[in-house]
């Protein structure tokens, strides 16, 4: 079945000056037209698409990437407001519109906002929201400790950053294990560090535990071969040195190297550490 809003590997069925028509199953056959073609197109090849409605509400399909799907979240800039609502710069011809009934505060032109796309089920038509609280935290949490995820940097608070997990939950990410710049609107990678008996989530932007150390000491050895074999780094370095070079905190830098100075594989020196080449 064809999904309105996401992308879908659809079968091209027909050509015509103006495009190529695709299989849309029980959409019947959907257009892609002739500026999104790709090159060497023939009839029973498998594009793969994105399905959305023109300036006049009839399906069609495109090859361009939005920078955002139904059933996701992201950070978009207002190109222009009207009675109707708020028109978002999406990446295609057509804006996204967040009703003003699905706005938390009115929208303004040139300002960037997160927000929720989905289909409504009364127009049929594609849109967005900014009341995010309400397609979060309705699934059952299934997560591990220390899966990776996906996450969107939302909000900056008095003890962190709240951000949205795999477009499914809340999570809180805190100051105090930040060790990169991050922004609101930033998708980034992060581990599931806690799940609280009131079901809120901590989440980390480095694996946790050994794994953590592993990676910290590849990233140790690969910048050594990058820099003639030496870094003016050492366990007597500041947490912020650390940090700018590294994105960690101290104490995982003084188990990376400690953990590579076991293995041989460096000498730690006085005001850096240098690659073992015996």
Same mark, same amino acid.
């Given at each position: 079945?064809?999904? +309105? =809003?996401?992308?879908?590997?659809?079968?091209?069925?027909?050509?015509?000056?103006?495009?190529?028509?695709?299989? =849309?199953?029980?959409?019947?056959?959907?257009?892609?037209?002739?500026?999104?073609?790709?090159?060497?197109?023939?009839?029973?090849?498998?594009?793969?698409?994105?399905?959305?409605?023109?300036?006049?509400?009839?399906?069609?399909?495109?090859?361009?990437?939005?920078?955002?799907?139904? =059933?996701?979240?992201?950070?978009?800039?207002?190109?222009?407001?009207?009675?109707?609502?708020?028109?978002?710069?999406?990446?295609?011809?057509?804006?996204?519109?967040?009703?003003?009934?699905?706005?938390?505060?009115?929208?303004?032109?040139?300002?960037?906002?997160?927000?929720?796309?989905?289909?409504?089920?009364?127009?049929?038509?594609? +849109?967005?929201?900014?009341?995010?609280?309400?397609?979060?935290?309705?699934?059952?949490?299934?997560?591990?400790?220390?899966?990776?995820?996906?996450?969107?940097?939302?909000?900056?608070?008095?003890?962190?950053?709240?951000?949205?997990?795999?477009?499914?939950?809340?999570?809180? +990410?805190?100051?105090?294990?930040?060790?990169?710049?991050?922004?609101?609107?930033?998708?980034?990678?992060?581990?599931?560090?806690?799940?609280?008996?009131?079901?809120?989530?901590?989440?980390?932007?480095?694996? +946790?535990?050994?794994?953590?150390?592993?990676?910290?000491?590849?990233?140790?050895?690969?910048?050594?071969?990058?820099?003639?074999?030496?870094?003016?780094?050492?366990?007597?370095?500041?947490?912020?040195?650390?940090?700018?070079?590294?994105?960690?905190?101290?104490?995982?830098?003084?188990?990376?190297? =400690?953990?590579?100075?076991?293995?041989?594989?460096?000498?730690?020196?006085?005001?850096?550490?240098?690659?073992?080449?015996?």
């Amino acid at each position: 079945m064809v999904k +309105v =809003g996401r992308y879908n590997a659809l079968k091209v069925i027909k050509t015509v000056d103006f495009g190529v028509y695709l299989d =849309g199953e029980d959409k019947g056959e959907i257009l892609l037209p002739a500026r999104y073609i790709p090159e060497n197109c023939r009839i029973g090849d498998i594009i793969d698409v994105f399905i959305y409605f023109d300036s006049e509400d009839r399906i069609i399909a495109t090859t361009e990437k939005p920078y955002i799907q139904v =059933g996701e979240f992201a950070y978009l800039k207002v190109k222009s407001t009207n009675r109707v609502g708020a028109f978002l710069d999406w990446g295609l011809m057509k804006d996204l519109l967040v009703p003003f009934r699905e706005q938390r505060v009115d929208m303004k032109q040139g300002y960037y906002y997160i927000v929720y796309a989905y289909l409504d089920h009364e127009s049929g038509r594609i +849109v967005a929201s900014a009341k995010l609280n309400k397609f979060l935290n309705n699934l059952p949490i299934d997560y591990e400790i220390n899966q990776e995820v996906d996450l969107l940097v939302v909000q900056e608070t008095e003890i962190g950053y709240k951000v949205i997990i795999n477009n499914t939950h809340w999570g809180m +990410v805190y100051y105090n294990e930040i060790f990169c710049n991050i922004e609101k609107g930033d998708h980034i990678k992060g581990y599931i560090k806690h799940i609280r008996k009131d079901e809120k989530i901590d989440v980390v932007l480095q694996p +946790v535990g050994y794994e953590k150390i592993d990676t910290l000491s590849s990233e140790i050895l690969r910048s050594l071969h990058e820099n003639e074999g030496y870094i003016p780094l050492s366990d007597k370095s500041s947490a912020e040195q650390i940090a700018e070079h590294f994105s960690c905190s101290k104490k995982n830098f003084k188990k990376a190297i =400690g953990a590579l100075y076991k293995q041989r594989l460096i000498l730690i020196l006085e005001n850096g550490i240098r690659l073992n080449e015996k």
